[in-house]
Structures are given as C-alpha cells and as structure tokens.
C-alpha cells in the first residue's frame, strides 16, 4: 500500500494514465515504456496502468473508460484488464461487491480477459479506490501513424470536442464555489447534465485518410497542458488563433466565476491532432458530428503562443493543483 504515494504527485494522477513495462504500474515512466516489442522488433501490445476513485454507481464501461481512451489515442485496442480494489476496513460488504460484479459484466459483454480481481483492506484508505492494469494489440503504423506522435512544422493542429467543458461540469454539478446563489437553475440544469466524456471513434476512423500524425487528449492542466506535451515531443513550437478554439459558453462563465484560465481548464472528451490536412480533416469531422476547428500550426522555432488582434500571449507550463 505505501506504492500508492507514488501515483500522487504534482499532476494529480488520479484517473490520469500512466505506462510502464515493470511490473510495478506505479512507478512513473514514459509513454515510450508502455511499448512492448516482440523478438522481430515490432511493436505488438501496448501496457497502461490508472488509479481512479470507485464512487457511486460508476457502471463498468465507465470504469474502464480512462484505459480505454489513452488505448484508442496511442493506436491499441483494449484487451484485457486486472483490477486491484482498495478499501477502506469498515467499507461494506455490497460495495465492493457492486464494484466487482460491474466490471465482471463488462468484461464478458466486450469479450475483455479479466486477468483477475482482488480487494484489499486497509486503514491508509481513506476513500475506495482501484488501480486498473490493461494490455491490449497495437494497431500496425500504416493504420495508426499517430502511434509516433510525430510533429511536422507546417501541420494544422486541430482541436475536437470542448475544452474545459469536462471541469465545467463537474464545478456545476459540485456547486464549486456556490454558484448555485450566482447562475440560474436553467443554466445550471442545462450544464450538470452535459455528457463530457466521448471516445475518439470517429477521430480514429478518419485519422487514417488525412495524414494524423499526433494525437493527445485533453486532460489535467486543459489545453494549454496538452498543446505544451505536444511541443515536447520534438521541441516544436506553436501559432495559435485562441478565438478559434470551441469553448463553450457555459465554459467561459464558469471559468470567469471561478477566476479560472478556461484554457487550463480539464477537457477529457476533447483531443489535439497534428495534419497537414487540416481544413480537409476538420471537414470530415464536422460532416461526422463532432465538434472540430484548426486553432493553429507547427513551427520549427520553440515559441508556443496565442498570436492575433495584434497581441502575443505565450504559453506558461500551467500548475497543477493538488486533489483531495
């Protein structure tokens, strides 16, 4: 159990993924770990690890969820699971075995191997939580090309979905702030039942036809965090047009009420993807439903920053704050 702390640090990696080829899946590594070869070299099956809160009736979909989606962006398909429970020494009985019997019944649903479910009491547990370790098959590069998160100068970066509108939600439905005294129950109402979450399947089905060679999704630290990741990966900078980006309303009220950069804001349903093809891509995707808008280009130099109406503002790394 004293593993655990090394799965909370400054990034607030409840319900965040991480990957690793040890046997350990809290010991923090890079993405680059998860990929594991066979004796030909090629890449085969992708490894990841998540720790998330078990909270009300989180359905097993649900709970597989957070795997499920950094599988889909980095080209793997899920495939198999085990799951750790920890809990509390006075959880009830029925809890733990609601939580159990979900995930047995999506695992047999999706045709998912369950690798094995145990539970763990203990007095250092202060809330249920379990710890998710999924394998599953990468796809080869020829259908998955983004599975290098390569970054070219010249590319469009696209945005699909909402940002912040995933910490829009839950500030709503948690009353952060009392802005159940500041917005109206229409407001309120029309924002706490919004549905965040979204796999990228339509992104995933039209990658492949225009060139995708990066794609992240948008989690802690909002926009900003995963724009300034995908600069990472090859040192590249950013031209960004922050009136193109799709906030939504809802999204910049909340975000002013709480004296919050919406940029920063967590955004999972909502994903980066670097083409060449940028018009033609978000085309597509708006022509499929999804809410998509090219909000700016690579460029060889390491500056990353919103550029119009005559004025510069780059990017700081933004700060994390801590949970719980």
């Not at 495939?79 to 019997?101: C, H, K, Q, W, Y």
Request: proline share 5%.
């Amino acid at each position: 159990m004293s593993r655990l702390s090394d799965m909370i640090y400054e990034r607030s990696v409840i319900a965040q993924m991480h990957f690793s080829e040890e046997e350990n899946p809290c010991q923090r590594s890079s993405a680059d770990a998860a990929l594991i070869r066979d004796a030909a070299g090629q890449i085969t099956t992708l490894r990841g690890s998540v720790l998330l809160p078990v909270m009300g009736n989180l359905s097993g979909e649900e709970m597989l969820a957070p795997v499920r989606k950094e599988f889909m962006v980095r080209g793997a398909a899920l495939a198999g699971f085990r799951a750790e429970l920890m809990v509390p020494e006075d959880t009830a009985e029925e809890v733990i075995r609601n939580t159990v019997i979900r995930l047995t019944q999506m695992h047999r649903a999706e045709n998912l191997v369950c690798e094995g479910i145990t539970v763990h009491r203990s007095q250092a547990v202060k809330e249920p939580l379990m710890l998710l370790q999924a394998s599953g098959p990468m796809r080869s590069l020829r259908e998955a090309p983004w599975q290098l998160q390569e970054l070219i100068p010249g590319e469009t970066i696209v945005v699909t979905g909402y940002p912040g509108l995933s910490e829009t939600i839950e500030a709503v439905r948690t009353d952060e702030g009392g802005m159940s005294g500041y917005f109206s129950k229409a407001f309120l109402k029309k924002t706490g039942t919004r549905l965040p979450e979204r796999l990228p399947y339509v992104e995933l089905e039209v990658a492949p036809f225009f060139s995708v060679t990066a794609m992240r999704q948008i989690t802690e630290g909002g926009l900003v965090a995963a724009l300034m990741e995908f600069g990472y990966q090859k040192d590249y900078g950013f031209r960004l047009d922050k009136h193109a980006v799709p906030l939504l309303q809802e999204t910049i009220e909340v975000a002013e009420f709480l004296n919050r950069n919406p940029f920063e804001m967590r955004g999972e349903g909502a994903y980066l993807l670097a083409t060449k093809r940028g018009e033609d891509l978000v085309m597509a995707l708006q022509s499929s439903g999804i809410p998509a808008a090219a909000i700016g280009v690579v460029t060889e130099d390491k500056a990353r920053g919103f550029f119009g109406d005559g004025e510069e503002q780059f990017l700081d790394v933004p700060r994390y704050e801590r949970k719980g």
